[in-house]
T-cell receptor, first 110, second 116 residues
Framework: SQQGEEDPQALSIQEGENATMNCSYKTSINNLQWYRQNSGRGLVHLIL?????REKHSGRLRVTLDTSKKSSSLLITASRAADTASYFCALQTGANNLFFGTGTRLTVIP | DVKVTQSSRYLVKRTGEKVFLECVQD?????MFWYRQDPGLGLRLIYFSYDVKMKEKGDIPEGYSVSREKKERFSLILESASTNQTSMYLC???????????????FGEGSRLTVL
């Protein structure tokens, strides 16, 4: 399968805590992207990490990539209630398509 | 900013009806995609197009067709809607991947279709 698999499926934390989501995959990738989806809405691109990169930062987001383990993690620091959403990893394997996982549902409790 | 507009946020149709879902993007992107999203299954690609009048089947094309007559518009057609096509449909667009871009997808707000 070319899909990523997110873990955990659901995560509930208190506001101010850090949230970590993981993505494992089985294929070779050109890059790995993380998207966010608010309930009932479209997906929004958050951050991309290329296969030759190990870590990237964007604001409160930190993404790591370990190609030897075929895994990535997304860390959201100092979470806010507005971070409540589903988060998806997406694999770009060389074609024009992205392969999405089933997502992690994050709930941040105020 | 890139804008991807889906014509209808909510539709209710009857079994056997022909359904058109329209998607327009305003950033001259080559690629356009149609996904469906169902609980527990994530996003599954139905069709994509990398140029006008070009289309490629995705993972679940059965029961669907598409049309891309103009670069900015990509239509999804359900020739004879069935109840198992009740779903959230998401349109997306992107530039062709290359050194200067990454193939990041820009999504519309989605069209929730219910087939009775």
């Amino acid at each position: 399968s070319q899909q990523g698999e997110e873990d955990p499926q659901a995560l509930s934390i208190q506001e101010g805590e850090n949230a970590t989501m993981n993505c494992s995959y089985k294929t070779s990738i050109n890059n790995l992207q993380w998207y966010r989806q608010n309930s009932g809405r479209g997906l929004v691109h958050l951050i991309l990490i290329r296969s030759n990169e190990r870590e990237k930062h964007s604001g409160r987001l930190r993404v790591t990539l370990d190609t030897s383990k075929k895994s990535s993690s997304l860390l959201i620091t100092a979470s806010r209630a507005a971070d409540t959403a589903s988060y998806f990893c997406a694999l770009q394997t060389g074609a024009n398509n992205l392969f999405f996982g089933t997502g992690t549902r994050l709930t941040v409790i105020p | 900013d890139v804008k991807v507009t889906q014509s209808s946020r909510y539709l209710v149709k009857r079994t056997g009806e022909k359904v058109f879902l329209e998607c327009v993007q305003d950033m001259d992107h080559e690629n356009m995609f149609w996904y469906r999203q169902d609980p527990g299954l994530g996003l599954r690609l139905i069709y994509f197009s990398y140029d006008v009048k070009m289309k490629e089947k995705g993972d679940i094309p059965e029961g669907y067709s598409v049309s891309r007559e103009k670069k900015e518009r990509f239509s999804l057609i359900l020739e004879s809607a069935s109840t198992n096509q009740t779903s959230m449909y998401l349109c997306a667009s992107s530039l062709l991947p290359g050194a200067a871009n990454t193939g990041e997808l820009f999504f519309g707000e989605g069209s929730r279709l219910t087939v009775l």
